[in-house]
């Protein structure tokens, strides 16, 4: 019996360190996983940061391209180059816009030669004419000279389509891009 329980006793020591390395090998196991999971985490980590970097920087790049194709806008809109236009330059301007924009001159625009014809498409009858794009931009004058000095400044210009932008009514080809003005600015084609 002395000898049974002799064998049992090492049988569990035996056991015991066996266990216990087993347990060591898993806790080291367990702590190569978690390196793993952590290099893991800050890889993931630097991969954001480098998309939120790229993404920040195309933000600004695009910024910078609307700041660019305003004032480009704007200079096809201030021949004079005196930093301001008035409403003679500014009739001008629209109606070169329009010879521009009519591709074909037949003397509207459709939708394919200007993406904003159904906002001066008065008749419904899906084409803007020359009367109804002039009358579309004739108080467009008065609402962007905000000092009524008879005068729009880049400032003044500027604020208006921030305005637009703001409210969904400008961008995406609704006024900003492509030629207008003898093709020196950016309207919308």
């Known amino acids: 019996m002395k000898q049974v329980f002799k064998t049992l006793m090492l049988l569990v020591v035996v056991f015991g360190l066996t266990t216990m390395t087993s347990c060591s090998e898993g806790a080291e196991k367990a702590k190569d996983t978690a390196k793993e999971a952590a290099e893991q985490v800050s890889e993931t980590a630097e ?27 704007f200079a096809g809109i201030d ?39 159904e906002k001066f498409d008065e008749d419904k009858d899906g084409f803007a004419s020359r009367e109804e794009f002039e009358k579309g931009h004739a108080g467009m004058f008065d609402k962007m000279d905000a000092d009524k000095d008879g005068f729009v400044s880049f400032e003044e210009f500027a604020a208006v389509k921030a305005k637009k932008m703001k409210e969904g009514k400008c961008g995406e080809g609704k006024c900003g891009e492509g030629k207008c003005g003898g093709g020196k600015c950016g309207g919308d084609k």
Not at 60 to 67: C, F, I, L, N, T
């Open 47 to 73: 991969k954001a940061k480098e998309a939120v970097e790229e993404a920040a920087e195309k933000a600004k790049e695009a910024v910078s391209d609307q700041a660019d194709k305003l004032k480009e806008h």
């Open 79 to 117: 021949t004079n180059g005196d930093g301001k236009f008035d409403k003679a330059e500014f009739e001008a301007h629209y109606k070169g816009e329009f010879d521009n924009k009519d591709a074909d001159k037949d003397g509207k625009l459709s939708p394919e030669e200007c993406k904003m014809v």
